[in-house]
């Protein structure tokens, strides 16, 4: 790793730390809202969301949404079975068992 990529990932260190510690840091003396707080418990299911399915229907770059598209078929059933069982080893098991068979016959 050069000299160069060090500093890169240093500033961007630097930069992520120097946006999120004073927020925190803020809230952590505020007392937030019942509301706001109930609001906060719904970022991380949408910041996942936000960067999975682009992946699923775009997986080339195009919007593809048909049965040859592995990737959105496995994630539509991985999560009808994180639905009905709400365990998290059988979701990703089967989901990249899925996965892999779809995308093998197709």
């Known amino acids: 790793m050069s000299t160069y990529e060090i500093l890169m990932v240093a500033g961007m260190m630097a930069v992520t730390f ?38 699923m229907v775009m997986p080339a770059g195009q919007i593809d949404i048909s049965l040859t598209n592995a990737y959105l078929v496995a994630g539509i059933i991985s999560a009808v079975i994180a639905w009905r069982t709400r365990n998290l080893l059988a979701t990703i098991v089967l989901g990249m068992v899925i996965f892999l068979i779809w995308r093998w016959f197709f």
């Open 18 to 55: 120097g946006v999120r510690y004073p927020v925190l840091a803020l809230v952590s003396r505020v007392h937030l809202p019942e509301p706001v707080m109930a609001a906060l418990k719904f970022i991380p299911p949408a910041v996942l969301t936000a960067i999975i399915v682009p992946a």
